[in-house]
């Protein structure tokens, strides 16, 4: 049985797989829209921080590693944001013809 400290870093660098998967997003142009409320966008964040987590390890994580693998999410996201449009819901209604 791996001791709490291992299971957390094995958890971070799963993440960094992870979020070298979303620079390379980021670097190719595109971009994953956040929403603008702060509280939203946190509780999605860290839904999406335990997502990467396996079950096994949920109970083992504590505030402060889930904090921070939040905060190295909310970073890759916001330089995400520079590619998507000012007016996303405008710029997303494109007529076409079904």
Do not use: C
Request: glycine share 4%.
């Amino acid at each position: 049985m791996a001791s709490p400290q291992e299971i957390q870093e094995r958890f971070l660098e799963r993440l960094e797989r992870r979020a070298k998967f979303l620079v390379t997003v980021e670097r190719s142009g595109m971009g994953i829209y956040m929403p603008s409320e702060e509280r939203q966008r946190v509780r999605l964040l860290e839904g999406l921080a335990r997502a990467v987590a396996r079950p096994s390890e949920l109970p083992h994580l504590t505030a402060e590693t889930v904090k921070a693998a939040t905060a190295r999410l909310n970073e890759i996201f916001e330089v995400m944001q520079k590619h998507l449009p000012h007016d996303v819901q405008y710029r997303n209604r494109i007529h076409r013809d079904w």
